[in-house]
């Protein structure tokens, strides 16, 4: 049972192309997490959400709460943004995703 | 910039051994969390810890796991014996509160190899 899906599973865009990368969970949650995974494995969070909308640079995150979906996108992609990212959702326990794998092409 | 920090970056030990990974989480944070990743899969959450106690621990997180703040400065999580499927990507994280309400930042991790 996954408590966390995340689509698509592998992605491959072109530089400057506009990502969308799609999240739903099934649990109640106090908040949702955008971590990023580098190639090398190391992790970094993104964002951090309960409710609406965040904005950082080129990424922009959003949550329906009611829907229990979240969005992350990324705008004017470039080759360094390819890398895993990842949900993940907390209330008690952590809930991760299994990744979505972005390469972006030159 | 302050970051988390994980020793060793790569352990190999025989199955049936005892291994200690050690994190030095940020220095006023005082949360702590270990994660481990499988090869090819998904991040799976272990353990949360404060105020010398452990706030949630999830079913992997058995007696064969155990985690100390043994200073100031140093989180441990210690496997007593080592089995096969314990060879991951082990991460440490902390953060300033508690999450939900503050990001956690994340060590590089520890890759244990159980032979």
């Known amino acids: 049972k996954n408590e966390v899906e995340q689509s698509p599973q592998n992605l491959t865009a072109q530089e400057g192309e506009f990502i969308t990368i799609n999240c739903s969970y099934s649990v109640g949650i106090s908040a949702l997490h955008w971590l990023q995974q580098h190639p090398g494995g190391g992790i970094v969070s993104l964002f951090m959400?309960?409710?609406g909308k965040k904005k950082h640079g080129r990424l922009i995150a959003t949550i329906n709460i009611q829907e229990k979906h979240s969005s992350l996108h990324i705008t004017a992609s470039h080759p360094r943004d390819s890398a895993v990212y990842i949900c993940?959702?907390?209330?008690?326990?952590?809930?991760f995703g299994t990744g979505t794998s972005l390469t972006v092409i030159p | 910039e302050p970051e988390v920090t994980q020793t060793p970056s790569h352990q190999v030990t025989q199955m049936g051994q005892e291994v200690i990974l050690r994190c030095v989480p940020i220095?006023?944070?005082?949360?702590f969390y270990w994660y481990r990743q499988i090869l090819g899969q998904k991040v799976e959450f272990l353990v949360s810890f404060y105020n010398n106690e452990i706030s949630e621990k999830s079913e992997i997180f058995d007696d064969q796991f155990s985690v100390e703040r043994p200073d100031g400065s140093n989180f441990t999580l210690k496997i007593r014996s080592t089995k096969l499927e314990d060879s991951a990507m082990y991460f440490c994280?902390?953060?300033?509160?508690?999450?939900?309400?503050?990001?956690?930042?994340f060590g590089p991790g520890t890759r244990l190899t159980v032979l």
């Open positions: 220095s006023n944070h005082l949360y």
């Open positions: 959400l309960s409710s």
């Open positions: 994280a902390s953060s300033a509160v508690s999450i939900p309400y503050n990001e956690q930042f």
């Open positions: 993940a959702v907390n209330r008690v326990q952590f809930y």
